[in-house]
């Protein structure tokens, strides 16, 4: 059975910084593209970031540019989202999935909370 587990998150202060983890079991995801996405109460769950199996090719979305590093240890099967210079709209709860998603990948998410 395959289970993303996402780690990490938390309550940081405007400007602060958080390291996500995504734990992958079941299987291995190192040949597959893999995304951190995020949703915020009332809206719609987005992309934030994606790295390709080999990390060649990296995506942001423009509102984490130059803020977020996405990262991956195929060895590990892990992922990870370094987040820094926090603002409070990037509050949301974080999921990782393989990018494009896959329904039944979806796991509980990390809350993550910034205050203004």
């Known amino acids: 059975q395959v289970q993303l587990v996402e780690s990490g998150g938390g309550l940081v202060q405007a400007g602060g910084s958080l390291r996500l983890s995504c734990a992958a079991s079941g299987r291995t995801f190192s040949s597959y593209a893999m995304g951190w996405f995020r949703q915020a109460p009332g809206k719609e769950r987005e992309l934030v970031a994606r790295?390709?199996?080999?990390?060649?090719?990296?995506y942001y979305a423009d509102s984490v540019k130059g803020r977020f590093t996405i990262s991956r240890d195929n060895a590990k099967n892990t992922v990870y989202l370094q987040m820094n210079s926090l603002r409070p709209e990037d509050t949301a709860v974080y999921y990782c999935?393989?990018?494009?998603?896959?329904?039944?990948?979806w796991g509980r998410g990390t809350q993550v909370t910034v205050s203004s």
């Open positions: 790295v390709t199996w080999s990390a060649s090719s990296i």
């Open positions: 999935n393989t990018s494009p998603p896959r329904e039944g990948y």
